[in-house]
């Protein structure tokens, strides 16, 4: 297994456990109704770390390309997240929220 490898992996692992992790707690506490505001919070904590974590494997990808000297996969993953870039701000401006 090769260190880019190693490093997706943990990177991804470590996302959907924070993710599970902070949608569990806010599910638990808004349907006990013990803390529903801070549950509301930790379940959209969870769902924006779900959703950030391909694009942290991205960056993760580019940084070991470039490190690597894999410059065609470097230039392929950079573009990737400008992309995920694009999307991101055309979904902020066509939601009127930029």
Do not use: D, K
Request: one cysteine or more; glycine letters at 6%; hydrophobic letters at 60%.
């Amino acid at each position: 297994m090769t260190r880019l490898e190693r490093s997706i992996g943990i990177v991804l692992r470590a996302g959907v456990v924070f993710s599970s992790a902070c949608l569990a707690l806010g599910l638990a506490l808004w349907l006990l109704q013990v803390l529903p505001h801070i549950g509301n919070i930790l379940m959209q904590i969870g769902i924006v770390a779900l959703l950030c974590t391909p694009v942290a494997r991205v960056v993760i990808s580019t940084v070991e390309y470039i490190a690597e000297r894999e410059w065609r996969f470097a230039a392929l993953t950079t573009i990737v997240l400008l992309e995920l870039l694009a999307s991101a701000v055309a979904a902020l401006i066509f939601n009127r929220r930029l």
